[in-house]
């Protein structure tokens, strides 16, 4: 499944029970409070994904994070589907919501380009499962409403 979605902390912990199972499955997990400006998601998810230190230094933008996260050519060869997990999303740049927005739409991009444009634009390109999710600070007791905000 490729989708990018929000999710309590027993929601995570219960689809990774099943994805870390899988030895196919890459399975990057990082706690969002840690990301407080843009050069901080670039190189802390570039790290969890196996960017080289020269990827990161040269351009940290949107559109290089995005050529990076459309190659992972370090990765492709070992696994076949990949699971990024943000957690405390809510946090991510202190909380700025139109920031957390453009996140979400570069992810959603990702998604995208896994979920079908690799065939076309990669020399033997294959399809991958690529789901996000985003932690939310919400409790299972709590009122729940689910986001999906996007399924390809």
Known sequence: ????????ASQIDSI??????????????????????ENDVFSKIGA???FTNFQMETNSNYAAFYDWMTDL??????YDSFVLVIDQFNDVFNGDFKKQATLRECLSDIIKFWTDEVEHVVVNGSK???SVILGTDITDSEPKKKKFLGLF
């Open 73 to 78: 050519y370090c990765l492709v060869n070992k």
């Open 48 to 50: 969890l994904f196996q």
């Open 128 to 130: 991958r499962n690529f």
């Open 1 to 8: 499944m490729n989708i990018i979605s929000d999710a309590t």
């Open 16 to 37: 990774l029970k099943n994805e870390l199972e899988n030895p196919a499955t890459f399975v990057g997990r990082i706690n969002g409070s840690s990301l407080h400006e």
